[in-house]
């Protein structure tokens, strides 16, 4: 907005400087501002002294550090996912027809109008709907629930590991403290609390390096 289309190194230096030196002071008077209600509410000078700024720096350390992720490995799990979504997809088109099996509108028409299925839930066709419907015995919801499964894993994780995974073959993602209302951690770009720990076939992609052991764990 200030310097419209000029290259920033094309800015006068007296310019730049002060425009660089504007970072420090604002961040300054953030803190003045700050740095009373920080002190005077609650325990949140302890929480933000002892806990939160001193996580910044292994935060970013973890960042840096990254986590080896193997490229020949997800291009194997890929094609036997494709080989399990194909079969899937080809199972329930045989039955329903060939429609959008992405289009929740399409399916359920084909599930409760065309097929006559129990309509447990106004039509839906969410993953819990079919399991149920699966549990009945109904096959077309088994496959479906299959090719969804399928579907879901390529696409968000392996599709994207070669923009995922860096020329180090390690994945560098964010972790950001200040991510969740919770005031858990939160992780982007990409986001690895989404790899599924259920279908752990999508973990095995993920290494340690030699000599040291890759440890997975939660708490519940």
Excluded: W
């Excluded at 290259?7 to 030196?21: I, N």
């Amino acid at each position: 907005e200030q310097f419209g289309n000029i290259r920033f190194y094309r800015v006068p230096k007296k310019v730049a400087t002060a425009y660089g030196a504007k970072d420090g002071y604002i961040t300054r008077r953030m803190r003045e501002f700050q740095e009373p209600y920080v002190n005077s509410t609650g325990d949140l000078a302890n929480i933000l002294y002892t806990i939160e700024f001193p996580l910044i720096k292994p935060l970013y350390e973890m960042r840096i550090e990254g986590i080896r992720a193997n490229l020949d490995t997800a291009k194997k799990i890929g094609d036997e996912l494709e080989i399990k979504r194909a079969g899937a997809l080809e199972k329930v088109r045989a039955v329903v027809g060939d429609i959008n099996l992405n289009s929740p509108k399409q399916v359920s028409h084909a599930l409760y109008d065309e097929l006559g299925l129990p309509d447990l839930d106004n039509g839906s066709t969410k993953s819990a709907v079919l399991e149920e419907l699966a549990d009945l015995g109904y096959d077309v919801a088994s496959d479906l629930i299959s090719y969804k499964k399928a579907e879901k894993l390529k696409s968000s994780f392996i599709d994207t590991a070669p923009d995922m995974i860096l020329k180090d073959s390690k994945v560098h993602c964010i972790f950001n403290q200040l991510g969740a209302r919770t005031g858990r951690f939160s992780c982007s770009h990409p986001n690895l609390q989404q790899v599924p720990a259920k279908f752990g076939v999508i973990r095995t992609m993920f290494e340690a390096e030699p000599g040291d052991l890759l440890l997975g764990a939660d708490l519940s």
